[in-house]
């Protein structure tokens, strides 16, 4: 599968984004799809992740919950990242990732090494 990340921009502190990820090929449902970031002289590091067949199973790292959203629209084979009231810490470059090592009570993992295709990358900067 080929995963296609878009929506990056410069933001203000306070403003929001919506980042977008388009995913090519077969089987998208099957997927547990994911957002990771990588600032500057950081690591990739897991921002959200949503399970391959429950849409309310989502998880988000500590920095990021309660201001990003994931959410996917399975017909539009995309995923979606919302991101409100940003932080000049938010000022990275966006992937999204998608796992299909899926199956009926696989686990919905957290760590690079378990996402199986990246996008490109889309680059958010927020100002202060």
């Known amino acids: 599968v080929q995963l296609q990340a878009s929506g990056g921009g410069v933001v ?3 403003g929001n ?8 090929g077969r089987n998208f449902a099957t997927y547990n799809m994911a957002w990771f970031r990588q ?6 590091e897991f921002v959200a992740a949503m399970y391959w067949s429950d849409d ?3 998880v988000y790292s500590d920095s990021v919950e ?14 979606y990242l919302q991101m409100n009231s940003l932080k000049p810490e938010d000022t990275a470059v ?3 990732a998608a796992d299909g090592n899926t199956y009926e009570g696989s ?12 996008g490109q990358g ?3 900067t927020v100002s202060s």
């Open 12 to 14: 203000q502190a306070g």
């Open 17 to 24: 984004l919506s980042l977008s990820c388009v995913a090519s």
């Open 39 to 44: 600032g500057l002289s950081s690591e990739r």
């Open 56 to 58: 309310d199973t989502v």
């Open 66 to 79: 309660g201001r990003l959203t994931i959410s996917r629209d399975v017909a539009k084979h995309s995923v």
């Open 94 to 96: 966006y992937f999204c």
């Open 107 to 118: 686990e919905l993992k957290f760590t690079r090494e378990a996402y199986d295709y990246w």
């Open 122 to 124: 889309t680059q958010v």
